[in-house]
Nanobody
Framework: QVQLVESGGGLVQPGGSLRLSCAAS????????MGWFRQAPGKEREFVAA????????VYADSVKGRFTISRDSAKTTVYLQMNSLKPEDTAVYYC???????????????????WGQGTQVTVSS
């Protein structure tokens, strides 16, 4: 199995920045693609970004392009989400996810990923 643990959430003012981390353990060879989703109250979980094993391939939701950056450490076991220019509408629980191969569609859905973290709250408010 794969275990994913997120950290780095918190309260930030509009226009501010946060960096989320997701540490993978267990059968990390099954984490070829790692990604971030988010879920706001009363809304469905939505795709945010994903990255491949080597870090050379990334994909983002239109809503975060140019503001968020996904990256992966050299050990391939930790994924980061750098979030800049945060807006109130970015408020959500952010989940880390993993799957053993690259995405089959550019805008991934929850069902596309096999492993999930417990989530970390991000609140953007003044």
């Amino acid at each position: 199995q794969v275990q994913l643990v997120e950290s780095g959430g918190g309260l930030v003012q509009p226009g501010g920045s946060l960096r989320l981390s997701c540490a993978a353990s267990g059968r990390t060879f099954r984490t070829y693609a790692m990604g971030w989703f988010r879920q706001a109250p009363g809304k469905e979980r939505e795709f945010v970004a994903a990255i491949n094993w080597g870090g050379g391939r990334t994909v983002y939701a239109d809503s975060v392009k140019g503001r968020f950056t996904i990256s992966r450490d050299s050990a391939k076991t930790t994924v980061y989400l750098q979030m800049n220019s945060l807006k109130p509408e970015d408020t959500a629980v952010y989940y880390c996810a993993a799957r053993p191969s690259w995405l089959t569609r550019e805008v991934a859905e929850q069902a596309d990923f096999d492993y999930w973290g417990q989530g970390t709250q991000v609140t953007v408010s003044s």
